[in-house]
């Protein structure tokens, strides 16, 4: 093939690729993960990857960043076939990847990150470091202190570090997955005004997404994967409405807009008072059954320290935290599997379930006492259990031999809600649940928080104001430990206000 002949037809664009994959295959065992890709990527573009979780997005992108090779098919980088045997060589490449969990070191400044591991690098005078960073950093519009330490930044202000990073090493295509998960609305849309101003000056950018809103806003070209292979690509400008992108995505119409039927709200399921330690400052809130409280903020302020205490992993140092009518710490002696609190962490690879384990065990993580028999466990029935859980919530491939780790992140979850569901709790902790699904795996698990609500209070832990102002009845915003507001979503001033209650401003 000439490099004529590799030129994209989308928008009738008459330039060469920065990077081009031709007929990229994947495997792991018998999963085929990417199954004969091609897929160009232009240097001045903004192109989404869409997919279903578990289509194969996040395999692509490891190949484009250097951690998995391609079976079969090859890689191109300005017309030439190239085939990294490392994150280090993508790099070297001009390839980077920004990923949701940043890797820097906090008791440095952002001049000291931006240059670690750079030849000749740490040679700069400190004054040097900050100004090239400076300047590199005006020139992309990152507004950021190049003298400040990490340690002392928002998510936002982090990510913009990680940017600069990729930028310093001149990549030229670069590549976000679910880059605002942890941003607030406004550094959202400063990120945004970023990826616009690198696509301007010639960048190629990747953006992995499944905000359909944020997907039309940003990009000029979108790419859906299905089942492994590339389902469709076209103009942004083609789309009418994320409904519509969405039934391409998926192949059947999707309504996010849920209608929340009203419930009676019964007893206080969580008392809340005072509540301080590390990370929290005087919390106070209460949770009745019927209810779905969301506790909304920008990662890190003070969210998963919350949750440690109302599941039971840490003390209370300060305050008083009641569950379900009991003080904390009576109700830990000795609560039951059944009927009491539930918790889905947001970490479902992790600390939801164990990878190596099928379905079937998985179940008995938090259920084995009501398969105990004496000192017998009732396998039969926790397999039929489970089978009842992965038809219910269509856990796909619907194989309770399964592993974890061979689930998407969307059907593990749906697993993972199905389990505690099943245990009936008067009180269920949601962290994060839909964190990385697409339209579909949300539409599933917002329906199942919905009915939990019938039997339970739901503790809605996000950072995805969609899903609070869809789901809850109130809504507590915090920033560094403290509450900085908690009220109904009806409340339609104080929800305007919501995106700088997240950045600590209180006026």
Request: hydrophobic share 45%; glycine share 10%.
């Amino acid at each position: 093939m000439t490099r004529a002949q590799s030129r994209t037809d989308i928008g009738a664009v008459d330039v060469l690729p920065l990077v081009r994959l031709a007929g990229v295959t994947k495997r792991f065992g018998q999963v085929l993960a990417n199954d004969g890709i091609s897929l160009s990527i232009m240097p001045g573009r903004i192109k989404a990857l869409l997919g279903e979780n578990g289509a194969g997005k996040s395999t692509l992108m490891a190949m484009l960043a250097g951690r998995f090779q391609p079976d079969d098919g090859h890689i191109e980088v300005a017309g030439e076939r190239v085939r990294f045997a490392s994150p280090r060589e993508a790099i070297a490449a001009g390839i980077g990847m920004v990923y949701q969990h940043f890797m820097l070191v906090e008791n440095m400044t952002v001049a000291e990150n931006v240059l670690l591991g750079q030849e000749g690098g740490f040679v700069l005078h400190p004054a040097a470091m900050r100004r090239k960073v400076g300047e590199l950093a005006e020139r992309f519009g990152l507004g950021i202190d190049p003298g400040a330490r990490v340690g002392g930044l928002s998510m936002g202000e982090r990510q913009r570090v990680e940017i600069l990073k990729l930028l310093y090493r001149e990549s030229q295509v670069l590549i976000f997955d679910e880059p605002t998960a942890v941003l607030t609305p406004v550094e959202a849309e400063s990120l945004f005004t970023a990826l616009r101003t690198m696509s301007a000056q010639g960048k190629a950018i990747v953006f992995i997404s499944h905000k359909l809103e944020e997907v039309l806003s940003l990009a000029d070209e979108i790419a859906i994967l299905r089942r492994g292979r590339i389902e469709g690509e076209f103009l942004a400008s083609e789309i009418e409405s994320p409904s519509e992108l969405a039934r391409r995505m998926v192949g059947r119409d999707v309504v996010l807009d849920i209608k929340r039927e009203a419930v009676v709200h019964g007893r206080q399921v969580l008392d809340v008072r005072h509540l301080s330690g590390p990370g929290l400052d005087d919390v106070s809130f209460d949770l009745k059954r019927g209810e779905i409280l969301a506790i909304v903020g920008v990662a890190g302020n003070g969210q998963q320290q919350l949750v440690e205490v109302v599941c039971g992993l840490s003390r209370p140092d300060s305050g008083e935290v009641d569950i379900l009518g009991q003080s904390w710490a009576k109700f830990f002696q000795s609560r039951d599997w059944k009927g009491a609190l539930a918790w889905i962490p947001e970490d479902r690879a992790g600390l939801a379930t164990c990878r190596t384990l099928n379905l079937t065990d998985n179940l008995l993580l938090t259920t084995r006492q009501g398969f105990a028999q004496g000192q017998w466990l009732e396998r039969a029935r926790a397999r039929e259990t489970a089978k009842g859980i992965v038809r219910e919530h269509n856990v796909q491939p619907g194989n309770i031999e399964a592993q974890a780790w061979q689930l998407s992140g969307g059907n593990l979850q749906k697993f993972v809600l199905g389990r505690e569901l099943y245990r009936e709790p008067r009180l269920m902790v949601a962290e994060q649940p839909t964190q990385g699904l697409d339209v579909s795996a949300t539409e599933a698990v917002w329906q199942r928080l919905l009915e939990a609500r019938k039997t339970a209070g739901v503790l809605l832990v996000t950072g995805d104001l969609t899903e609070a102002l869809t789901l809850a009845d109130r809504v507590v915003v915090m920033f560094r430990g403290r509450v900085m507001g908690l009220f109904p979503v009806t409340d339609t001033a104080q929800v305007e206000r919501i995106g700088s209650l997240m950045a600590g401003l209180k006026e």
